[in-house]
């Protein structure tokens, strides 16, 4: 369940057309008495208000909880935050900013831990030697291809980013063993992507996967697979943006390619920015 905080109550009042008659006398008395509900069981709200145990796992499950203990676990919190002195002026003491800072430590954490150094050169050296560079990725990865496409193409890299998949399917049929494929799909199972690549990888073009799944039909196709970290999981997955794992893969790569060719990449993009004033 995402972490509401303070938006809790807020959630509760609009979803009130969702409720029945029953529920939304509990939603009107849990609204009321935020500090009491957060402290009891289900049974004592359940004799309190005269209403069955179901009755208030249904609401809960209406309003996207498993169940009353994950609920009453999240308006333990909101009370808490409600209750809380806002004086702080560092951003980490609030509570929750304090958990989005984790899981952003665990998204860096866990890539550098995925991704090893042997990877990094060997994607470098298949970008510095292609004719042609291809990004393929659709929603989220087609904007995260885009972003490819204007980091690496202000160093000299020839690169183009493909988001729309009949764009891409006529695009592969038109590479060569001299391209540079690379299909972004963080799932490793976006159909349209998976059927571009196998197309390009029929015109003898080199593969690059960027996924969270080593196992999946993307990730088979690839003659490289980079592995970037899946937030699904993580407690405010909601709350983080789905390129920032992408992201970081790219400043690695970035920063490699750079270092490789140091005074050339800068000096293009030093020409690049000159001709953008």
């Known amino acids: 369940m995402e972490y509401l905080g303070e938006n809790l109550i807020h959630g509760i009042t609009v979803n009130m057309e969702l409720f029945t008659s029953t529920e939304a006398e509990l939603a009107k008395y849990i609204i009321e008495n935020t500090d009491e509900v957060s402290q009891l069981s289900i049974s004592q709200i359940a004799k309190k208000l005269h209403i069955s145990a179901a009755t208030?796992?249904?609401?809960?499950?209406?309003?996207?909880?498993?169940?009353?203990?994950?609920?009453?676990?999240?308006?333990?919190?909101?009370?808490?935050?409600?209750?809380?002195?806002t004086t702080t002026s560092d951003i980490k003491e609030i509570d929750y900013f304090s958990k989005l800072y984790q899981n952003h430590l665990e998204i860096?954490?866990?890539?550098?831990?995925?991704?090893?150094?042997?990877?990094i050169q060997q994607a470098v050296?298949?970008?510095?030697?292609a004719k042609k560079v291809h990004v393929y990725g659709i929603g989220n990865s087609g904007i995260a291809a885009q972003e490819f496409k204007w980091k690496f193409f202000r160093i000299g890299v020839?690169?183009?980013s493909i988001t729309d998949p009949h764009q891409a399917v006529i695009d592969a049929s038109l590479s060569t063993e001299?391209?540079?494929?690379?299909?972004i799909s963080v799932s490793g199972k976006t159909k349209e992507i998976i059927h571009a690549v196998k197309i390009a990888k029929k015109q003898d073009a080199t593969i690059l996967a960027i996924t969270s799944e080593k196992t999946s039909e993307l990730s088979q196709?690839?003659?490289?697979?980079?592995?970037v970290m899946s937030k699904k999981n993580m407690h405010m997955a909601q709350n983080i943006s789905p390129t920032l794992p992408l992201f970081l893969l790219y400043d690695l790569l970035y920063?490699?390619?750079?270092a490789k060719d140091y005074i050339n990449r800068i000096q293009i993009r030093e020409k690049t920015l000159k001709a953008l004033e």
């Open 56 to 85: 208030i796992t249904r609401f809960c499950q209406k309003i996207s909880f498993s169940g009353f203990n994950e609920f009453r676990h999240e308006l333990k919190r909101y009370v808490d935050l409600r209750n809380k002195p």
């Open 108 to 119: 860096i954490e866990t890539t550098f831990r995925k991704i090893t150094y042997p990877d």
């Open 125 to 129: 050296s298949l970008l510095t030697h």
């Open 158 to 160: 020839n690169v183009d």
């Open 178 to 183: 001299n391209s540079l494929v690379i299909g």
């Open 221 to 227: 196709l690839a003659d490289l697979t980079l592995l």
């Open 255 to 258: 920063t490699e390619l750079v």
